[in-house]
């Protein structure tokens, strides 16, 4: 089989299938792909990924992924630097900013802690977010980790840090938009319950 | 949004986006992968990238992708360079080669003939498998073409066109190993049926 296959497609297909969720059948179909597509696709690919590590950084007051420090969105002065929103992942803030509800800024924690792979408060930015909120006027965080055991045990390492010094919130447990309670978890229908609100016309 | 996503990053998700089987979504995982991985990963699937197109070009003898021509299968002395499978894509090769259970060499269409997608036999190598019989000592052309009507079709027009100068195969027909008669389709069990062996001992 080595002999039917070129050196340079192997190659390709091995560094496709060291990417999360693409296995040898995939990779070998992307390769595919891309020695008959246009020069211009696989070499705008390659480009991209050059681009990539050469100019992000992380923000140094958020640690959100940015090719300016401060990010954008530290440094613009229409939104609420007072108003912290704490997620995992860069990923998380690109899902709240797509909401168009949050006018606030944001702290990237890079993760959640886990004590079975090894991660601890101190592999994630939260030394960071307890300095930011000391030394900045920072009136209100908000924490949106995911709603996890790691997440829920890294929101409660937060609150503990910051809870007296500042209002510290978290985002509304209940029921999905278009959910049914015959199949609704229990555990998110007794997060509803006991979030309940009161109803207004 | 476009605040909160520097624009490498919007970059590489875009130029993962226009690969076959890859949504919005999982580009956005797979680039979020790589920033968090060592450099090397994001850079040597770049460097892959470019290996491939600058190093792969298409056999003269089979059409097959090689990084030297004749490729190593057309030039390997070893093998029954009289004897021709005719495949419709350079991965069809690979999956013949993994049976090792062939010692002949192979003609790469580089497609199948279909109207709809405007694809005629013009477009695709049969005008050079038609050569390569006439003009080199072929004694058979085995028709490895998928099973689907694009497939049947251009198995059709290459035995049409070769028919008479030299013995034309196809590949088996029937059921697969491990398959139950009960949920076999009728067109596979009917080809099963039509191509019925004698059984030996």
Redesign the interface.
Known sequence: ?A???????T??I???S?????GPK?A?????????AP?D????????????????TYCSICA????QDP???CS?EKRDQGLVCVVE???N??AI??TGHYRGV?HVL?GAINPIEGIGPDQLRIKELVDRVASRPVREVIIATNVSLEGDATAMYIYNKLHGAIRVTRLARGLSVGSDLEYADSLTLAGALEGRQEMQE
């Open positions: 089989m002999q039917a296959v070129p050196a340079s497609v190659r390709l091995d560094e496709f060291r990417l999360p969720g693409i995939t070998a179909r992307l390769t595919y792909f891309l020695l008959r020069d696709q696989a070499l705008g690919l390659a480009d991209a990924l050059h681009d990539l590590k050469e100019r992000i959100n992924l940015t090719e990010c954008p969105v613009d992942e860069p990923l803030v690109i900013e797509r944001y890079h």
